[in-house]
């Protein structure tokens, strides 16, 4: 059920997971209320002196913005482009790709069905807003990073994904 928590153990480490609201561009959505209403709870239960997010798509930012509230210091790990573009992986309707991202706010760009392009300028402002409050945008890469920072995000740093090889 969506907004419900369940808690678990796993090898010894505390679990909580969240139930999320199923929607059509579930991706696309930035501000989910109640379940930052439901993280700022957590937050106050658990009160952690740091926050790293990763993959909040389905959540919202809304778990972001939450931690800003509480004055608890946050890191974000940027992997795609949600933050910075309507489309997640920088590729639009009809296969038309944007590899920079979208650094002219208004640009002419090929919306999802339905969205407006004021709405897709209050998304990217406000994600772009909370990003920039971090202490860090941790980006997979130098291109993603540099991305990134055409797009108006100057707190990157990069931290490769993957496995070190072993020597």
Do not use: C
Request: net charge positive.
């Amino acid at each position: 059920q969506p907004h419900t928590v369940h808690l678990y153990s796993y090898r010894g480490v505390r679990v909580y997971r969240a139930g999320i609201v199923w929607r059509p561009y579930m991706d696309w959505h930035p501000k989910d209320p109640a379940m930052g209403e439901l993280f700022s709870q957590f937050l106050r239960h658990e009160k952690p002196d740091l926050v790293h997010f990763h993959s909040v798509q389905r959540l919202s930012a809304s778990v972001v913005e939450a931690a800003l509230r509480l004055n608890i210091p946050y890191f974000v790990t940027v992997h795609d482009a949600w933050w910075i573009s309507d489309f997640q992986f920088l590729v639009g309707p009809q296969d038309r790709v944007y590899p920079e991202g979208h650094p002219d706010p208004f640009e002419t760009i090929d919306l999802p069905e339905g969205l407006t392009l004021d709405e897709s300028l209050a998304r990217r402002t406000y994600l772009k807003r909370l990003l920039n409050q971090a202490r860090r945008a941790l980006v997979v890469s130098e291109t993603f990073a540099a991305i990134y920072q055409k797009n108006g995000i100057e707190n990157t740093s990069v931290n490769k994904n993957g496995i070190k090889p072993r020597t």
